[in-house]
Nanobody, 121 residues
Framework: QVQLVESGGGLLQPGGSLRLSCAAS????????MAWYRQTPGKKRELVATINSDGTANYRDSVKGRSTISRDNAKNTVFLQMNSLKPEDTAIYYCYCAAVIYGSSALRDYWGQGTQVTVSS
């Protein structure tokens, strides 16, 4: 299995910045895509940004230009830097990866437990 542990977040000011980290651990053979999602009460979880193993990144329009997703393949870690924060960025942010574990050929989805980000003055 794969465990994802997020860190960062908390209460942040509008216009400020956040940096989230997520470390994957376990019996990992390979990780394909890593990503950040977010969810607010009563809404569906939405994709914030993805990054492939080759570093190719994609962003949802509302965070494009003020966010950077990056990863350290050697440490199975993904980061999200988001600047110019807005109140509408308030959400629980979830780390995601698609990974293959040793002893299996299946690519499976794994999720972190989520970290709260609140943007408010």
């Amino acid at each position: 299995q794969v465990q994802l542990v997020e860190s960062g977040g908390g209460l942040l000011q509008p216009g400020g910045s956040l940096r989230l980290s997520c470390a994957a651990s376990g019996s990992i053979f390979s990780i394909n895509v890593m990503a950040w999602y977010r969810q607010t009460p009563g809404k569906k979880r939405e994709l914030v940004a993805t990054i492939n193993s080759d570093g190719t990144a994609n962003y949802r329009d509302s965070v494009k230009g003020r966010s950077t997703i990056s990863r350290d393949n050697a440490k199975n870690t993904v980061f999200l830097q988001m600047n110019s924060l807005k109140p509408e960025d308030t959400a629980i942010y979830y780390c995601y990866c698609a990974a293959v574990i040793y002893g299996s050929s299946a690519l499976r989805d794994y999720w972190g437990q989520g970290t709260q980000v609140t943007v408010s003055s």
